[in-house]
């Protein structure tokens, strides 16, 4: 019997917060809702009631025509569901009895044109007032093998999509209803800002509409480092694209504010490197990038190499590459390069709009510039930068913690605040003591 997500994730909610000498109130919550859930469904296989092996899942998103609409959706309104379906809610050989349903609905990409993408809806076990939680998992994916609407049927195969799906779990524990959008579409457009966002709060006007519940229902948006793409694009343009939605906060850490920073700090790094063709390879399928007129031989070999794998598959696959290795004279990096630059500024978070609901935004930081792949600095401006429109904003940075170490101590605080906007609670503000931090300003594109 499999059960290292549930036993692991709920092992490092149980931990001393950094800097402290003493568990916090959203360290135990976490714990809490963890613990539950685990003595809930091995007690189930214990009595019979479940078996150790779920029913057959439905086949890969690539082979699997439900992921498909060949109708126009001009005239559909964002959000409608299109098809859904049941599927079943395990991890590994794990069975659990929720049981969620697969929502195919119309969404908006990058350049505002109609398209359409996937949602799992879970529905908690027990009754009581509706809450939504949209929980944006860190798939960071370029093949559809990764999209959380197939890890979710017992398909993750790594620890980073197992221990979310424990927190997923939890939340349903906690009575919550969540729903987990393939937030970067059917081309897998990974770290592609506006439309993740916009597929978020399309999930989540259809699994209203799914579950028959009013615009006013109570949503909260959570996501750490991939997830933290949609988490913080969806508070950005929710005021203006789902207005209608009773978004009562959001909570991302790990996030990637503008790349062009991101770019030189992973560039030879033995732990991120492989991100570097990965982004390529998003950017092209985004933005139509003409690669042949920038890569180098190399260049062109990791980005084929890449081409359809999930994050764990690429991210320390390519120990020492660099940015310079990527592309040819007269280049020597891809930030020489104009329409990689310009699709990098595309996507600086806090350049499409203000959140009009209170942030959690934190970052880990192991080394002068930040977590070992996101920038310190960056998170911390992005902040100050919503901390002078006015956003309550809790701002927290997790010292000594490198991006993966934060994960834990990043989702127990969030879990928590979250909590606290549920019910009404006053929104923390720590814009006071917020630094300065990196300026949002653009990259001027270069000539040539």
Same mark, same amino acid.
């Given at each position: 019997?499999?059960?290292?997500?549930?036993a692991?994730?709920?092992r490092?909610?149980?931990?001393?917060a950094?800097?402290s000498?003493?568990?916090?109130?959203?360290?135990?919550?976490?714990?809490? !809702? #963890?613990t539950?859930?685990?003595a809930?469904?091995?007690?189930?296989?214990?009595?019979?009631?479940?078996? *150790?092996?779920?029913?057959p899942?439905?086949?890969?998103?690539? *082979?699997?025509?439900?992921?498909?609409?060949?109708?126009?959706?001009?005239?559909v309104?964002?959000?409608?569901?299109?098809?859904?379906?049941?599927?079943?809610?395990?991890?590994?050989?794990?069975?659990?009895p929720?049981?969620?349903?697969?929502v195919?609905?119309?969404?908006?990409?990058?350049?505002?044109?109609?398209?359409?993408?996937?949602?799992?809806?879970?529905?908690p076990?027990?009754?009581?007032?509706?809450?939504?939680?949209?929980?944006?998992?860190a798939?960071? *994916?370029l093949?559809?093998?990764?999209?959380?609407?197939y890890?979710?049927?017992?398909h993750?195969?790594?620890? %980073?999509?197992?221990?979310?799906? /424990?927190?997923v779990?939890?939340? #349903?524990?906690?009575?919550?209803?969540?729903?987990?959008?393939?937030?970067?579409?059917?081309?897998?457009?990974?770290?592609?800002?506006r439309?993740?966002?916009?597929? *978020?709060?399309?999930g !989540?006007?259809?699994?209203?509409?799914? =579950?028959?519940?009013?615009?006013s229902?109570?949503?909260?948006?959570?996501?750490y480092?991939?997830?933290s793409?949609p988490?913080?694009?969806a508070?950005?343009?929710?005021?203006?694209? /789902?207005?209608?939605?009773?978004?009562?906060?959001?909570?991302?850490?790990?996030?990637? %504010?503008? =790349?062009?920073?991101?770019?030189?700090? !992973?560039?030879?790094?033995?732990?991120?490197?492989?991100?570097?063709?990965?982004l390529?390879?998003?950017?092209?399928?985004a933005?139509?990038?003409?690669?042949?007129?920038f890569?180098?031989?190399?260049?062109n070999?990791?980005?084929?190499?890449?081409?359809?794998?999930?994050?764990?598959?690429?991210?320390?696959?390519?120990?020492?590459?660099?940015?310079a290795?990527?592309?040819?004279?007269?280049?020597?990096?891809? =930030?020489?390069?104009?329409?990689?630059v310009?699709?990098?500024d595309?996507?600086?978070?806090?350049? /499409?709009?203000?959140?009009?609901v209170?942030? #959690?935004?934190?970052?880990?930081q192991?080394?002068?510039?930040?977590?070992?792949?996101?920038?310190?600095r960056?998170?911390?401006?992005?902040?100050?930068?919503?901390?002078?429109?006015?956003?309550?904003?809790?701002?927290?940075?997790?010292?000594?913690?490198?991006?993966?170490? /934060?994960?834990?101590?990043?989702?127990a605080?969030?879990?928590?605040?979250?909590a606290?906007?549920?019910?009404?609670?006053?929104?923390?503000?720590?814009?006071?003591?917020?630094?300065?931090g990196?300026?949002?300003?653009?990259?001027?594109?270069? !000539?040539?």
């Amino acid at each position: 019997m499999r059960t290292i997500g549930f036993a692991a994730a709920k092992r490092f909610a149980v931990h001393t917060a950094p800097g402290s000498g003493r568990r916090t109130t959203g360290y135990r919550a976490l714990a809490v !809702i #963890l613990t539950a859930t685990t003595a809930f469904t091995t007690g189930l296989i214990a009595a019979g009631h479940v078996t *150790a092996q779920p029913d057959p899942p439905p086949p890969p998103p690539s *082979a699997d025509p439900f992921y498909s609409y060949d109708q126009p959706l001009g005239p559909v309104p964002p959000g409608t569901i299109l098809r859904s379906r049941s599927a079943p809610f395990a991890a590994g050989n794990l069975p659990t009895p929720v049981i969620g349903t697969q929502v195919l609905y119309r969404t908006t990409n990058q350049q505002a044109n109609p398209t359409s993408t996937v949602a799992t809806v879970l529905r908690p076990l027990t009754s009581g007032p509706a809450r939504l939680v949209s929980y944006h998992m860190a798939y960071d *994916a370029l093949g559809s093998e990764c999209d959380p609407s197939y890890t979710l049927t017992g398909h993750a195969d790594h620890g %980073v999509a197992m221990a979310e799906q /424990a927190v997923v779990a939890g939340y #349903l524990a906690a009575g919550y209803t969540v729903v987990v959008p393939d937030y970067e579409g059917p081309e897998l457009e990974w770290t592609v800002g506006r439309q993740s966002g916009y597929a *978020a709060l399309d999930g !989540i006007r259809a699994a209203e509409e799914l =579950l028959g519940l009013p615009d006013s229902t109570p949503v909260a948006l959570i996501g750490y480092s991939g997830g933290s793409v949609p988490t913080e694009w969806a508070a950005e343009v929710a005021p203006r694209y /789902a207005p209608e939605l009773a978004v009562v906060g959001a909570a991302a850490g790990g996030l990637p %504010v503008d =790349l062009a920073h991101n770019l030189p700090y !992973i560039s030879g790094s033995p732990q991120w490197a492989g991100v570097i063709p990965a982004l390529v390879v998003a950017y092209q399928r985004a933005y139509g990038l003409d690669t042949a007129a920038f890569l180098s031989t190399r260049g062109n070999e990791v980005v084929d190499a890449v081409n359809g794998l999930c994050i764990g598959q690429f991210a320390s696959d390519y120990p020492g590459l660099t940015d310079a290795d990527m592309v040819r004279a007269p280049y020597t990096s891809l =930030l020489d390069v104009p329409q990689v630059v310009a699709a990098i500024d595309d996507n600086i978070m806090g350049t /499409a709009g203000t959140p009009a609901v209170p942030l #959690l935004l934190a970052v880990g930081q192991v080394d002068p510039t930040g977590d070992s792949v996101m920038v310190t600095r960056d998170v911390e401006g992005l902040a100050h930068e919503y901390c002078d429109r006015g956003v309550a904003v809790t701002y927290t940075r997790y010292d000594g913690r490198a991006h993966g170490a /934060a994960f834990a101590p990043f989702e127990a605080q969030a879990a928590q605040f979250l909590a606290d906007r549920f019910t009404g609670a006053p929104p923390p503000n720590n814009c006071a003591t917020v630094g300065p931090g990196n300026t949002l300003t653009p990259t001027p594109l270069p !000539i040539g």
